[in-house]
Each structure stands twice: as structure tokens, then as C-alpha cells.
């Protein structure tokens, strides 16, 4: 009986330590996964707060911008009657009138068209200076960075012009970043792009094909 439960022991034993030890294999590769898609996890979310930080400066110039575009075309259009009268006014004293009038409209275009160009310029120097802040060449493998907001002036003659967004708005407004690392396991990569898009109001979007 003794000899009989000894040996049953054994068994058991032999039985029970390639199980344990498969067990401790696919904790270990379970752990590694788990460890991978984490870290893959966290890189991505990154990769994808940093293009909506760079996206979301190019959201607010876009909507500045185009907030100014009724007083353009307002101004674009009593400038152009303002040198109709003048061309039309039949007598010295009616013209000096006309011309300046005139002049006042010149004067409230130039000023606002200074104030177009200031905020290009604030907000692209603002965009480079997050670029250098986030140490983007350092971090990611820059796929598409784009250094202006794609609109266009609807007008190269006028002193007030409005901006629209270009043909090609699209294809060239997307930011795209990519990212490898390195882990005991192997190495890891992916890429995210993020774009710039108008609903109620400009913001920036995570592409889903890239997510």
C-alpha cells in the first residue's frame, strides 16, 4: 500500500511540473504581450497629443481668420463704390468728397489686412516654437509637417482680401508623425495623423485609418 501510494506521488509530480512549467511559459508570454501593447498603447497616445497640440494652433488662426472675412468683403465692396463715385462725381468740390471718403475705406482696409498678416505670423511662429518644444526630431519620424495654414487670398488685387481654404486643403494640411522604440522583446512601431477639419468650428481630428 505504501509503495503503491509512493509511486502515485511520483506520477503526480512527473506529471504536474511540465504543467507548471508550461504555465510559467504562458505567463510569461502573456506578461510580454501585455508589456508590448502597453508600451505600444502609450507611444501612440504621444504620437497623437502632439499632432493635436501642432493641428489645434492651425484651428485657431483658421477660425480668427475666416471671422474676419465679413468686414473684408464688406470693405472690398464699399471701396470699390467709393471709386466709382469718384470717378463719377461731376464737379471739384463732389470729388474731393468722394476721394475722401475713399481714403477713410483705405484706411480701414490697410488696417485690416495688417491685422490678417499679424495673425498668420503669431500663429506660425507659434506652431515652430511648440515644434522646437516638443523636440519633435527627436521623438518621432516627421512623415508630413506642414508650416502654414492652406488658405489663399480670394482676391490678389483687393486691400482687404478674404481667405478660403485651398484646392488641395487636405492633402496638404494633414500631420503626420511615425515612432519606433525599442524593447527587450523586439521593437515596436506606429504612426498617427491627425487632421484639420470644420464642423461648427475648426479642429484637429485623429484619422482613424491611422489610429
Known amino acids: 500500500m505504501f509503495i503503491f501510494q509512493k509511486k502515485s506521488n511520483q506520477g503526480f509530480i512527473a506529471l504536474a ?23 505600444q498603447m502609450k507611444k501612440q497616445y504621444k504620437c497623437q497629443t502632439a499632432g493635436i497640440r501642432l493641428q489645434s494652433v492651425f484651428a485657431e488662426l483658421a477660425e480668427e481668420i475666416e471671422a474676419l472675412n465679413p ?15 469718384v470717378i463719377a462725381a461731376p464737379e471739384p ?17 490697410a488696417r485690416l489686412r495688417f491685422r490678417q498678416e499679424s495673425l498668420f505670423l503669431f500663429y506660425e511662429n507659434k506652431y515652430r516654437m511648440l515644434i522646437w518644444r516638443l523636440r519633435l526630431n527627436e521623438k518621432y519620424y516627421v512623415k508630413q509637417l506642414p508650416l502654414q495654414l492652406e488658405f489663399k487670398k480670394t482676391s490678389t488685387t483687393s486691400d482687404s482680401p478674404t481667405y478660403v481654404r485651398k484646392h488641395n486643403f487636405r492633402q496638404k494640411q494633414f500631420i503626420e508623425l511615425a515612432w519606433r522604440q525599442s524593447l527587450r522583446e523586439g521593437e515596436i512601431q506606429g504612426s498617427c495623423k491627425i487632421d484639420l477639419v470644420k ?8 484619422n482613424a485609418d491611422k489610429a
Open 17 to 39: 511540473l511540465p504543467l507548471f512549467a508550461l504555465f510559467i511559459l504562458l505567463t510569461a508570454g502573456i506578461m510580454t504581450l501585455y508589456s508590448s501593447t502597453a508600451s
Open 199 to 206: 464642423e461648427s468650428k475648426w479642429y484637429a481630428k485623429i
Open 93 to 109: 468740390a463732389s470729388k474731393l468728397a468722394a476721394i475722401k471718403h475713399l481714403k477713410t475705406i483705405k484706411s480701414k482696409q
Open 71 to 85: 468686414q473684408a468683403s464688406l470693405l472690398d465692396a464699399q471701396a470699390k463704390l467709393a471709386l466709382a463715385a
